[in-house]
C-alpha cells in the first residue's frame, strides 16, 4: 500500500496570505489527524477528520480549518498566515475500521511564511 | 488537562550501554500509551504500544498507572537506535494523540 502523502512537501507564502495542504492517507483508512510540529512546541494536534466530520479539535485558532473528502483525502487551510505559522505539518491517518489507533504519518509539508 | 512530559531532551549514551528514554503522562481516564520514533530523513513511525505488550527492535515499555510513566528501556543500544523519540497518548475512543515534545537519542560508538 502506498503511504500517506502530502502536497507540497515545501512552501514559502507571505504574512496575510493563505495557504491550502493536502494529504492523501492509506488506502481505506478513513481517519485524518493534523499535527502542527514546530521546534519549541512539538508536536501539537490540530484537528482529526472521520467520513468528512470533523470528530476533534485542538487548541488553534479559527484561522486553522480543514475539511475532508468523500473519498478520504483531507485539506487544511490557514488564512491570514502569520509568522508564527512556519512549522512543519504533519498529517496522518488511521484505519478505524479495524479498531486499530496506530497512526501512520506523512512526510510533511515544511510551511515558511515571511 | 492531558499531558505527555518528556524530561530529557537529548540522551547520549555509548554502544552496548543501556537505555531509558523516560515519559510521564498526566490523564484521569484510561489512555493509550505509545512510543513513535523518528529516524533522520524518515517519517514518524510507530515503535510500541503499551496495550501490544510486545518488544520491537529490543524496545519494551511498561506502563506504570501509579507513577503515570511509559519510560522506554533497552537492555543495550545499537547505534542505529539514533533517532528521535516520541511518547503520546490517546484517550479512549478517539484518535487525538497528545505527544510529548520528544528525546532525540544518539548512540556513540
Known amino acids: 500500500k502506498a503511504g500517506v502523502t502530502q502536497t507540497p512537501r515545501y512552501l514559502i507564502k507571505t504574512r496575510g496570505q493563505q495557504v491550502t495542504l493536502s494529504c492523501s492517507p492509506i488506502s481505506g483508512h478513513r481517519s485524518v489527524s493534523w499535527y502542527q510540529q514546530t521546534p519549541g512546541q512539538g508536536l501539537q494536534f490540530l484537528f482529526e477528520?472521520?467520513?468528512?466530520?470533523?470528530?476533534n479539535k485542538g487548541n488553534f485558532p479559527g484561522r486553522f480549518s480543514g475539511r475532508q473528502f468523500s473519498n478520504s483525502r483531507s485539506e487544511m487551510n490557514v488564512s491570514t498566515l502569520e509568522l508564527g505559522d512556519s512549522a512543519l505539518y504533519l498529517c496522518a491517518s488511521s484505519d478505524q475500521g479495524s479498531g486499530n489507533t496506530e497512526a501512520f504519518f506523512g512526510q510533511g509539508t515544511r510551511l515558511t511564511v515571511v | 488537562a492531558q499531558r505527555v512530559t518528556q524530561p530529557e531532551k537529548l540522551l547520549s549514551v555509548f554502544k552496548g550501554a543501556p537505555v531509558e528514554l523516560k515519559c510521564n503522562y498526566s490523564?484521569?481516564?484510561?489512555?493509550?500509551l505509545f512510543w513513535y520514533v523518528q529516524y533522520s530523513r524518515q517519517r514518524l513511525q510507530l515503535l510500541l504500544r503499551?496495550?501490544s505488550r510486545e518488544s520491537i527492535k529490543g524496545f519494551t515499555a511498561d506502563l506504570n498507572k501509579g507513577e503515570t510513566s511509559f519510560h522506554l528501556k533497552k537492555p543495550f543500544a545499537q547505534e542505529e537506535d539514533s533517532a528521535m523519540y516520541y511518547c503520546a497518548l490517546t484517550t479512549s475512543g478517539t484518535y487525538k494523540y497528545i505527544f510529548g515534545t520528544g528525546t532525540r537519542l544518539k548512540v556513540l560508538a
Open positions: 490523564y484521569s481516564g484510561s489512555p493509550e
Open positions: 477528520y472521520f467520513s468528512e466530520t470533523q470528530r
Open positions: 503499551h496495550i
